[in-house]
């Protein structure tokens, strides 16, 4: 990872001379050393610039602000794979300007989820070296060593690929994490449980929603000028108290809002405070599209058309729930 | 605030009796807003609609609820006095409280509960009404009517006569449809040939009438008044502009062994044709399946012996691109086909014949020369059985549920005809009912019993056999309480009708509702039985429903008139309740576009300014004259920058807020 | 929120209907011009097509106390505006598997293609659909799914 960082900085040195881009978004060190933050870099700070395992921030939503406007000038933006689906769902969306973007792809083998580092009882990290496949994490306290496959993000596990969607070049090789997870392992072991289960768990998850908005705010889908939940001509906006519904339904009407656009990006139950494992419903979206109309991956190229504004004259009927769909 | 007056209507007994009116207006009085709240006999009336006039400019209203039968019989009408007193139509709300209220529930408790929260749906509902204006979109003065039988024929002529252009498209080589293959026609026995031939021609000949035969639709969009219609004109290898309609190619055509879809396939014909002697246009096809040329590159005969040049082979087929104010579907019917019939033994043997060709049979143009003969071996029949109702009626699955309506009419006309022509035929018929309501019908039916000695016997056949070279026919006398044998010489099948096979493609197409049996659905069964309630499409025929030439022609000239009732309006006013974009709260990301089936939306650059910052965004635009209202874009926007007047998003909650209340 | 009988047997549940105005709606008016029975429990809302019905009014009519809900449209194939339908049913079909996901009765959501002749249908449906509602007893669980005191007052 090291060494990787190094030639990205090296590189964003080289674009920003070359002139063949006027700013660099990547991420820069945070107060702590696992919580990385995104930043924008000239040649004046791109020295800061870091590259680790714990950059798990999808940068593609930034873009949207950055290219808009004649002003803008082009920035390039250093994206991991998973990053370039998003990408490439907002180009589809004409949210982000191509022309105004370079595309330096960052080759990414698992990001680190600090709470699973914390819950081995690490604490006081103050930084990690890597090598094959082995984290020593320096701690105030001393080192300590896991195997890193152990202390993946949820999303990590079944990763989508090392392959770049969208990039106009790469820095580094293109990795892979060492995990081969089922994508859909958590949704299935939902739909075994019986209704009743099913109920209460998600009314235990939910029920602990402070409604602090950060799963939109992170969520690249989520990038409406104005959110329909912002929008008083919607039937669904109001803050807190003042209408129960909005706040009863917000996860699934986000869920529903975002489906078949969706690319499992992950940030959504990453920033979530009360770690609300949001990504169980969209992965659920998700598998019933696969299921029922074909596998779709939201950001795989950048035309591609979702699901949800496509039909064909077999497409299943509603009632095709009482045959799957969960355990009775 | 809005002011609102709620309209409660008696509609005689038919809400009255099981909706307690005045308590619904008592309850609704207390809802926010309302200001006047009455109940009355029959608002769609005169002084209906004077009482609704009336408290718009005493009260003030700037909205009014009628609770009354469905908006889809009179939601117009009140829109209407609204209008008339100054309204705006679009503040008008309609409360069902009789097609889905009192004419469902019996008991009049449940039924008045009900009926207070449909009109407190439809109050709330109203609170969030915008009076909305109507857009105006142009009226192309040019009728298509799809079908050159007699339904499409008589349409194009009337709508032709006062002044429109109309172009028929005809799927076959020649206008004309079932009533040229008939013999005669009933109830007055005139020759089909002799009274329709004149109206093909004068088709034909007009001015306004243009013909597109052996052609088929092949693409509709737009909409009312302004309909882009793709029409195929297949190839008819022949030059129709050189043809002089000499006939002599299809003399010497040596393929001779198609079977004449004319003559119900009882005669042969050759591979370029003319359909039948009187065809309009007479102008011969070659059927590029059955001609040598084409199978194998041999022959040309026909080239070769044309005098005037009129032979292209290479000729393709081309799309014309039209443009109509108004369709009129005339697509007309078929037999049925009888696999699920086998009883009667149609298949095996080839004395048993539907009623279509026992027409051509007993045509003197037919295939026997107008000479009944049996098709086995030519010889005289001695003994007919015509059974009625082969399809039709059925429960069981194998035919239709429904009357065809014409055969008790045609098959008491086959009796006549072979008893005029041959006394000596005995002749039988086997019906479960005699239906003959229209005018001098049932004096025509009787004639044939009295006048001609026709046996009517009212039972079922069982079965009908071939048996020394006899079709025994195993049947039951329901009134002498028998069963009975009969040895035939031939079987005449009232074969059920249905509609023609490119119907349900072509409602597809247009949008128009069909029912379960392919007939096309009527705005309204009683009081609008030539529209279809898609807005421009008219119906003509039998494609409508089973009907005789005279019911045919009847609602053929009705079509017209609806048509031209269109046709002359200088301009449409549209359905303002079209979808719009806040370019405020707009993505630019496509996704109502891609939905829309107008392709109603586009997208523009536009400047927005927001928080003091002017920015240049691609926000979507919509169309209101193409949009029709559908509401797919509106829920299809992630940002909810769409919305849809008339149905808005905070409009339906509210309707979904007052009936869980 | 409404008053509901304690009472099982007592039970009446709520049920919205969306129905599109070219075929489902017009059936209903046919069912009642031909003077069939229903429940009175259904109410009906109209809408241009089933297209129109997005998945939050569905979700409102529950947490508003709705004990079932229905939308009916146009046969697939045959909506009046050419494939208004098709989305719909897309959209519906994702919308009751989520439903079902969270742990919702099946039997609480349902579609219905109903066509403007098919007055008998929709009347037989509404039915149905009534009785099935009636034995689910009263919708709880998308109330307030949030909040854990509500559901077991």
């Known amino acids: 990872m090291q060494r990787i960082s190094e030639l990205i900085r090296t590189r964003a040195g080289e674009l920003l001379e070359s002139g063949a881009a006027d700013q660099i978004l990547g991420w820069e060190n945070g107060g702590l050393a696992y919580d990385p933050t995104p930043a924008f870099f000239t040649a004046d700070n791109v020295a800061g610039l870091v590259y680790n395992s714990f950059c798990g921030i999808n940068l593609s939503k930034y873009l949207i602000e950055k290219t808009k406007g004649k002003e803008s000038g082009k920035v390039a933006a250093l994206l991991k794979p998973c990053d370039t689906y998003s990408f490439n769902q907002l180009l589809c969306e004409h949210r982000i300007d191509r022309d105004k973007v370079y595309v330096v792809g960052v080759g990414c083998s698992g990001m680190l989820d600090v709470e699973k580092l914390k819950a081995r009882g690490f604490k006081g990290i103050k930084g990690i070296d890597e090598k094959d496949g082995r984290l020593t994490v320096h701690t105030l306290y001393g080192d300590k060593s896991c195997p890193k496959r152990e202390v993946l993000m949820e999303r990590c596990i079944s990763c989508k690929g090392g392959g770049h969607v969208a990039c106009d070049e790469v820095v580094g090789e293109e990795l892979t994490p060492d995990a081969a997870g089922n994508r859909f392992a958590g949704v299935e072991k939902l739909e075994s449980l019986s209704p009743d289960d099913r109920f209460d768990f998600w009314r235990g998850e939910l029920s602990r929603c402070i409604r602090c908005n950060a799963c939109r705010n992170a969520c690249p889908a989520c990038s409406c000028n104005k959110c329909v939940f912002d929008n008083s001509r919607s039937g669904m906006a109001a803050k807190a108290n003042s209408d129960d519904f909005e706040q009863n339904m917000f996860h699934i009407i986000r869920a529903f809002h975002v489906a078949g656009r969706c690319t499992d990006c992950g940030e959504c139950s990453r920033v979530c405070p009360q770690g609300i494992p949001l990504h169980l419903l969209n992965r659920k979206l998700i598998k019933d599209v696969n299921e029922l109309y074909g596998d779709y991956q939201a950001g795989a190229a950048p035309d591609s058309r979702s699901p949800l504004i496509s039909y064909t004259q077999g497409d299943a009927e509603p009632d095709v729930i009482y045959e799957r769909g969960g355990a009775r | 605030m809005q002011k609102v007056g709620v309209f409660v209507c008696w509609c005689g007994s038919n809400i009255a009796a099981t909706v307690d009116v005045a308590a619904v207006a008592e309850a609704v009085r207390s809802e926010p807003g309302v200001v006047y709240s009455i109940d009355y006999q029959y608002m769609c009336s005169e002084g209906g609609q004077s009482a609704i006039k009336n408290a718009i400019q005493e009260h003030g209203l700037t909205g009014v609820v009628v609770c009354s039968c469905s908006p889809r019989m009179h939601e117009n009408t009140f829109r209407k006095a609204a209008a008339a007193a100054g309204l705006n139509p679009y503040m008008v709300e309609i409360a069902n409280i009789r097609e889905q209220c009192s004419w469902i529930h019996k008991d009049m408790e449940e039924a008045t509960q009900k009926a207070i929260i449909l009109a407190r749906t439809a109050i709330a509902k109203l609170h969030l009404n915008s009076p909305l204006v109507a857009g105006e979109s142009e009226v192309v003065k040019r009728a298509l009517v799809i079908g050159g039988g007699i339904a499409g024929i008589q349409t194009a002529q009337d709508i032709a006569d006062c002044g429109f252009e109309v172009d028929i498209v005809e799927r076959s080589p020649t206008i ?479 309707e979904v807020d007052a009936i869980c209340r | 929120m409404p008053v509901k009988d304690e009472n099982k047997a007592d039970f009446r549940p709520l049920i919205v209907a969306f129905c599109c105005n070219w075929c489902s709606y017009a059936g209903a008016d046919l069912a009642g011009t031909s003077r069939l029975n229903y429940p009175a429990d259904v109410k009906v809302i109209r809408v241009p097509c089933s297209c129109r019905v997005n998945p939050l009014f569905i979700l409102r009519a529950f947490q508003r106390g709705a004990d079932g809900v229905i939308i009916a449209g146009c046969h697939p194939g045959d909506c009046h505006y050419t494939s208004g339908n098709y989305y719909a049913r897309r959209r519906m079909t994702l919308l009751f598997s989520m439903l079902d996901y969270l742990g919702i009765e099946r039997e609480r959501t349902r579609v219905e293609w109903i066509s403007a002749a098919e007055g008998a249908k929709f009347a037989a449906t509404m039915s149905e659909f009534t009785q099935a509602v009636t034995e689910l007893g009263e919708n709880k669980r998308l109330g307030d799914i949030r909040c854990k005191e509500y559901l077991n007052s």
Do not use: W
């Open chain 2, 176 to 654: 004309g449809g079932k009533m040229a293959q008939l013999d005669k026609t009933f109830p007055t026995l005139d020759c089909a040939a002799c009274i329709l031939t004149p109206k093909m021609v004068d088709a034909a000949a007009h001015e306004h009438i243009g013909l597109y035969t052996y052609s088929e639709v092949e693409e509709v969009s737009g909409f009312v008044g302004n309909f882009a219609v793709k029409i195929r004109q297949k190839a008819r290898s022949v030059r129709g502009e050189l043809c002089s309609g000499c006939g002599v190619c299809s003399g010497k055509c040596p393929s001779k062994k198609t079977p004449s879809e004319f003559d119900q396939g009882l005669s042969n014909r050759s591979a370029i044709y003319i359909p039948f002697a009187q065809a309009i246009p007479n102008v011969p096809v070659i059927d590029r399946d059955a001609c040598i040329k084409f199978k194998t590159g041999k022959c040309g005969l026909c080239a070769k012996v044309c005098s005037a040049g009129a032979i292209d082979y290479e000729q393709q087929d081309e799309i014309v691109e039209r443009r109509y104010g108004a369709i009129v579907v005339a697509t007309g019917f078929k037999p049925i086909a009888l696999e699920r019939y086998g009883e009667y033994g149609y298949a095996h043997s080839p004395d048993v014949v539907t009623s279509l060709e026992f027409e051509r049979l007993c045509n003197a143009a037919g295939p026997t020369k107008g000479k009944l003969l049996r098709p086995s071996d030519h010889k005289k029949p001695k003994t007919i059985v015509f059974i009625q109702c082969v399809g039709s009626r059925s429960d069981d699955g194998c035919g239709k549920t429904y009357c065809s309506k014409i055969c008790c009419m045609y098959t008491a006309k086959h009796a006549m005809l072979v008893k005029e022509k041959y006394p000596d035929t005995e002749v039988y018929v086997f019906y479960i009912d005699v239906r003959t309501p229209g005018k001098n019908f049932d004096e025509f039916q009787r004639r044939a019993v009295e006048q001609y000695d026709v046996h009517y016997i009212k039972g079922m056949v069982g079965k009908v056999a071939e048996q020394n070279g006899h079709l025994r026919v195993q049947a039951s006398d329901l009134l002498a309480d028998r069963q009975i044998v009969i040895d035939a010489d031939m079987v005449v099948l009232a074969t059920a009708i249905e509609p023609d096979p490119t119907a349900r493609s072509l409602g597809t197409m247009l949008t128009a509702s069909m029912d379960q049996n392919d007939f096309f659905t009527e705005a309204h069964p009683k009081l609008r039985p030539v529209e279809s309630p898609t807005a421009g499409v008219f119906l003509s025929g039998v494609c409508q429903g089973p009907k005789d030439i005279p019911e045919t022609v009847a609602q053929a000239g009705a079509a017209a008139a609806k048509a031209v009732a269109l046709l002359c309006k200088s301009k449409l006013l549209g359905n303002p309740c079209v979808a719009g974009s806040d370019s405020m709260l707009c993505n630019g990301c496509s996704y109502c576009e891609s939905v829309c089936p107008y392709g109603a939306i586009d997208y523009v650059y536009k400047d927005i300014i927001e928080h003091g910052k002017k920015e240049l965004r691609r926000v979507a635009r919509v169309n209101d004259a193409v949009c029709q209202g559908c509401g797919a874009c509106t829920v299809t926007c992630p940002s909810g920058a769409m919305d849809l007047k008339g149905f808005t998003t905070v409009q339906i909650m509210a």
